[in-house]
Each structure stands twice: as structure tokens, then as C-alpha cells.
């Protein structure tokens, strides 16, 4: 049973560049929450999907944007990257109607914006 | 903006001790959840705990909740050099899939 998927693992991109990053939930999870990780801090909510709709939205700009598939796999698309927007992406899946509140988290995707 | 705050933010003991942490929040919260990151990965959930219980144990570990003083605290008995990691504590507002939100954490290294 693969847990969450995230790629790609590491990523550059320069200025002004946008970036998508993947996310495949854990088996039979049907909701995708992205974080925002910055180096010495604690993950911020970016937003969550659930049946392919924007669900929850943190406090980010309308750069950061994403989508949810059929199959329950899920994008986050950047725009306009700033030096700022380096960070560790995570990505997490729960099933939105199950008892336990638990996030499963995925590797991650490191970002670095030149 | 963060909704906890764990304290110490640096935590450094031998091998055979316990560890303690605390996390403070801000607003009422529906369950307080701690998780563990291993050198900026992913992170792995540790226990939960909802604002109606005040104690909860799962094998060498101990969360507290305090919710009239809005803190927490998690308890590492007898470390081990393995459980040297980072630790964040993540409120929970409502029930279900709702958004985690995550203090800035304590990293713990554990001596041999």
C-alpha cells in the first residue's frame, strides 16, 4: 500500500519561472491538503482539495494555484516565482469523512527559487 | 501566521532521558496533534489528542492538554539517538479534513 507520492523531489528555478509540483495520495484517501514549508519554520496551509474543488484556502497570494484529478491526485502551480517562494512543499491526504483527523504527509518537494 | 508555539526550540539530551516539550496555541481548537520531521522530510504523525480528553499515552509517549491554558506538552520517555528529529505540534480548528495549523517546533538531539 504506497503512501503519499510527491514529485519531484528536488527542483531550481530562476525568477519570473512558474513550477508545478505532483502529489499522489495514500490508497483510498479522497482529500489533498498543500503545505508551505520555509527553512526553521513550521509548515503553513496553502489550501486543500476534495472532489476536485478548492475546499480551504490559506492566506497565499493567487500566484499559488492547484487542481485535483479524478483519481484524487492533485497539482500546485506557482506563478511568478519570488526569492521568497523557496521552501519544502508537502503535500498530505486524509479521508475527509473518517473518524481519525490523521494527515498523512508525503516526502516532500524542495523548492529553490534563484 | 502560526497558531502554536513550542518551547524549548532547541532541546539537546542524552540517550536514557526524557524529553519534554510544550506548545502553546491561541484560539479554541477541536484536537491538538504532534508530528515528528526527520532532517526537513516529510512528517510523521505521532498522536492526537481532542480537546475533551486532557491525557493520552501510546508507548513512550505522553501528550498533555491543557485547554483552559491553551498549551500542550509531549513527554519522550527513556530517548533514544533515533527519536533525535523535529517536533511540531498542529491544531486542529474543526473536526474532519480541516487545515492543520503548526507551531514552529522543537528540534530534539538525542546524545548516544
Known amino acids: 500500500d504506497a503512501g503519499v507520492t510527491q514529485s519531484p523531489t528536488h527542483l531550481i528555478k530562476t525568477r519570473g519561472q512558474q513550477v508545478t509540483l505532483r502529489c499522489s495520495p495514500k490508497?483510498?484517501?479522497?482529500?489533498v491538503s498543500w503545505y508551505q514549508q520555509a527553512l526553521g519554520q513550521g509548515p503553513q496551509f496553502i489550501f486543500q482539495?476534495?472532489?476536485?474543488?478548492?475546499?480551504q484556502r490559506g492566506n497565499f497570494p493567487d500566484r499559488f494555484s492547484g487542481h485535483q484529478f479524478p483519481n484524487y491526485s492533485s497539482e500546485l502551480n506557482v506563478n511568478a516565482l519570488l526569492l521568497g517562494d523557496s521552501a519544502l512543499y508537502l503535500c498530505?491526504?486524509?479521508?475527509?469523512?473518517?473518524?481519525?483527523?490523521?494527515?498523512?504527509f508525503g516526502p516532500g518537494t524542495r523548492l529553490t527559487v534563484t | 501566521s502560526q497558531q502554536g508555539e513550542e518551547d524549548p526550540q532547541a532541546l539537546s539530551i542524552q540517550e536514557g532521558e526524557n524529553a519534554t516539550m510544550n506548545c502553546s496555541y491561541k484560539t479554541s481548537i477541536n484536537n491538538l496533534q504532534w508530528y515528528r520531521q526527520n532532517s526537513g522530510r516529510g512528517l510523521v504523525h505521532l498522536i492526537l489528542?481532542?480537546?475533551?480528553?486532557r491525557e493520552k499515552h501510546s508507548g513512550r509517549l505522553r501528550v498533555t492538554l491543557d485547554t483552559s491554558k491553551k498549551s500542550s506538552s509531549l513527554l519522550i520517555t527513556a530517548s533514544r539517538a533515533a527519536d533525535t528529529a523535529s517536533y511540531f505540534c498542529a491544531t486542529g480548528l474543526r473536526g474532519g479534513s480541516e487545515k492543520l495549523v503548526f507551531g514552529k517546533g522543537t528540534k530534539l538531539t538525542v546524545n548516544p
Open positions: 490508497s483510498g484517501h479522497d482529500t
Open positions: 489528542i481532542r480537546s475533551n480528553e
Open positions: 482539495y476534495y472532489e476536485e474543488e478548492e475546499r
Open positions: 498530505a491526504s486524509s479521508l475527509i469523512w473518517a473518524f481519525s483527523y490523521e494527515q498523512y
